[in-house]
């Protein structure tokens, strides 16, 4: 892997030959594990300018119609998130001389509060080529980490480096994107039906509150650049619908329509299903079923097969999919359960397709031969689908990859779950192109999400969740007990999986939140983990919800087996505690009796506590003894925990989706991130 320097460049096609496509990941750190950015990527003409606002990619507006540009997920890593682009570099219209790939802060945060900053570029087959890291970032509220240039006929990587005080506005108004504030109306788009609205007044590219008169309230974190709004072409624009003008305030996703009454005469009549599931009787059915529904979903629901795939590397293009294809191998010929190929401009890209349902796992060896096919074929990639989550550092299978070989085969893995996560994704928060598309998506994900499909995600703790936590129950369970890590891997895959299916029903990124020590090995922060595990008897994560007021946190405590989901956030920087309490018991009106709230106070000693039943009606009892300075707020839900492996009714898995769920569906909403903003605009304007 090079290193490079800020001003340094290179040439792609000197790292890999591989490098058709690549992906471009922007990670960061953060020591409180709460620290965030937005990518952003602006294709430039030979006059460093955009063509039009069109070539300003963001998280409103993801995806290149060409398929050159997507923003996909972020990614945990061990001590933060990476928010990756993929790049089809053949695909980018030769008019664009270079792509600008940037970030921003908002709220007022900076790029000195995280710690490294980073940029890295992986070819097609995912090897890692160049990493840039940038210096100390200061003040700055947008940064340029690097840029993609034609030089001839082949691509080049500078690193640049270059912060921006006045943030995303200044950094995309230096590039030519026109920067309309006073846009009369924003369109949204559900199901592919454009709604016109009245827009959200935007700062920093978040919305701000807007006062009963009609102006925006104050920013709370006081900046005063606008943000930019930028304006298609005419002529694109005459080509799209009236006033679909992209906007940098978060798209507000429409709650999907109350379904008709059903005509069936009762209960016990069920509808019919485009892939039913009644008549699955063995695991192979499984498989054969989940592979051919999935793949052919993928073809006919376009913006679905390309989310998929781009994070792959593959190429946008015409796409086709086909089951039980039988490949020679030897004196034995191979049948992978699925091929998917995808033709741009002539060229083919191939992956073939292992799927596994229930608790199936993978097998190294026929994971390896299909590789070892794929790399005399001339195949691009071999992507495994399982329910298992893949963890940093942690290979699902063991294949051998020759590095001599000239043609580099990559290896994929992707869970259920993150497929069942994608298509809510789209049918729920961001549409799919027309209503028979989005009933296809409707059927995949009723399919994938009955009891009798196999495809329900991470669903087993493993052998040694039983005699783990009878170990930490009898005190019997000592350091350096291989199950305990078992354990801990396991618990690091169910956090992943919930943080998919919270974010899949927010329409919001939910991500783990980690606080290991930068450059920590994976192993080894999972072996301190288990060995904390062995003597406290405790699992805990902390889930980082795209605009809450801070980490939602989620313990378990083997010995006593209760669950323990929570909340804790900073008191308001102005005002009185007394109005502060009150606000606080006035806002959670909603929220379950049996809710636990801890007043913080200066020097970590113990504040008040109590029910919300017994403080609702003296809020003042939340107020700490002698004067003593409050520092914040906790809030907490307690709850028995299941205790067995599985995915039974009483597991603890079912225990701890159920567990987060109720929490953010009874505690969260109401302590929102507006109405968090729209206080502190008030108390910083001394309202």
Request: aromatic letters at 6%.
């Amino acid at each position: 892997m090079l290193e490079m320097i800020k001003g340094s460049n290179t040439a792609l096609s000197a790292l890999s030959e591989n490098a058709g496509s690549v992906i471009v990941s922007l990670g960061w750190s953060s020591p409180a594990g709460d620290g965030d950015a937005d990518v952003s990527v602006l294709l430039l003409g030979r006059d460093g300018k955009v063509r039009s606002d069109a070539d300003f990619y963001f998280y409103n507006n993801p995806v290149a119609a060409d398929g050159s540009v997507h923003l996909l997920d972020k990614t945990p890593t061990e001590d933060g998130n990476e928010d990756r682009i993929g790049f089809d570099l053949t695909a980018v219209p030769p008019e664009v001389d270079r792509m600008v790939v940037a970030a921003s802060r908002y709220e007022g945060a900076h790029f000195g509060e995280l710690d490294d900053l980073r940029v890295t570029l992986s070819d097609a087959v995912g090897e890692t080529l160049l990493r840039f890291t940038v210096g100390d970032a200061g003040t700055v509220s947008a940064i340029i980490f690097g840029e993609l240039y034609r030089r001839g006929d082949e691509w080049k990587f500078r690193a640049v480096g270059q912060g921006y005080d006045s943030g995303l506005a200044g950094l995309a108004t230096d590039f030519g994107v026109d920067v309309d504030d006073d846009a009369e109306t924003a369109v949204e788009v559900v199901d592919d039906m454009a709604v016109t609205a009245a827009p959200e007044p935007a700062v920093n590219g978040r919305p701000v509150a807007v006062a009963p008169g009609g102006a925006p309230e104050p920013d709370p974190s006081g900046a005063l650049d606008a943000v930019p709004a930028p304006r298609r072409s005419g002529d694109e624009a005459g080509a799209r619908r009236p006033a679909a003008r992209p906007r940098t305030a978060k798209k507000r996703a429409a709650p999907p329509s109350t379904p008709p009454k059903s005509l069936a005469e009762n209960d016990s009549w069920k509808p019919a299903r485009l892939f039913p599931v009644s008549a699955l009787k063995s695991d192979r059915d499984r498989e054969m079923r989940a592979t051919s529904v999935l793949l052919s979903v993928m073809t006919q629901v376009p913006r679905f097969g390309r989310r998929l795939t781009a994070a792959f590397g593959a190429p946008s293009g015409r796409m086709e999919t086909f089951t039980e294809v039988s490949l020679p191998h030897g004196d034995t010929p191979r049948r992978p359960d699925g091929v998917i190929r995808i033709e741009r401009a002539g060229k083919l890209w191939t992956a073939l397709v292992e799927t596994k349902t229930n608790g199936n796992p993978l097998k190294a060896d026929q994971v390896q031969a299909y590789m070892d096919i794929a790399a005399r074929r001339g195949y691009e990639a071999v992507i495994t689908l399982s329910n298992d989550v893949a963890l940093e550092g942690s290979p699902l299978v063991d294949v051998r990859i020759d590095r001599r070989r000239k043609h580099q085969v990559a290896l994929w893995h992707l869970s259920w779950a993150e497929v069942a996560h994608q298509a809510q994704m789209l049918i729920r928060h961001e549409g799919v192109g027309n209503a028979a598309r989005t009933w296809l998506l409707q059927e995949l994900l009723h399919y994938l999400q009955h009891e009798n499909s196999g495809c329900h995600g991470f669903q087993n703790m493993g052998s040694a969740w039983v005699p783990v936590r009878n170990g930490i129950s009898d005190e019997t369970l000592c350091q350096g007990d291989p199950r305990a890590l078992e354990v801990v891997e396991s618990w690091e895959r169910l956090v992943r999986q919930v943080c998919l299916r919270l974010g899949g029903e927010l329409g919001q990124k939910v991500l783990p939140a980690q606080r290991a020590r930068r450059g920590t090995d994976p192993e080894a922060r999972r072996m301190q983990l288990a060995d904390r595990l062995c003597t406290e008897g405790r699992l805990q994560a902390e889930l980082r919800v795209e605009q809450a007021p801070g980490l939602l946190t989620i313990g378990a405590d083997l010995r006593t087996g209760r669950l323990r989901t929570s909340i804790e956030f900073p008191a308001p920087e102005q005002g009185y505690p007394l109005t502060w309490v009150k606000r606080l018991v006035r806002r959670l009106a909603e929220a379950p009796a049996d809710l636990h709230v801890e007043t913080l106070v200066e020097g970590g000693t113990g504040g008040p506590r109590g029910t919300l039943e017994r403080l609702r009606p003296e809020p003042a009892d939340m107020l700490p003894k002698g004067g003593a300075a409050i520092t914040g707020f906790r809030l907490s839900l307690f709850k028995n925990m299941g205790n067995s492996r599985g995915n039974a009714e009483s597991s603890f898995i079912r225990s701890v989706d159920d567990a987060v769920h109720r929490f953010h569906s009874t505690v969260m909403v109401h302590l929102d991130a507006p109405a968090a903003r729209r206080t502190g605009a008030r108390e910083r304007a001394g309202v």
